[in-house]
């Protein structure tokens, strides 16, 4: 199970950054939002909702 804080990966798109956020409904998969690292302060944040089984914990 992904925890928040954690850092992870969606090896389908390639994207990483944090898990802030979690999501449970009835009938489907957690959902986790992950927040990409900004390259500055400038950029807005981005983020995405992913199924957490799909999600790989990444070592510091």
């Keep these: 199970m992904i925890k928040l804080g954690d850092k992870v990966c969606d090896p389908v798109t390639g994207f990483t950054g944090t898990a802030t956020a979690r999501l449970e409904e ?8 992950v927040e990409a690292q900004n390259a500055s302060p ?3 944040i981005q983020s995405h909702w ?11």
């Design 26 to 33: 009835l009938g489907t998969a957690p959902q986790i939002r």
């Design 42 to 44: 400038h950029e807005a």
């Design 50 to 60: 992913l199924n957490e089984p799909r999600l790989l914990a990444k070592a510091d």
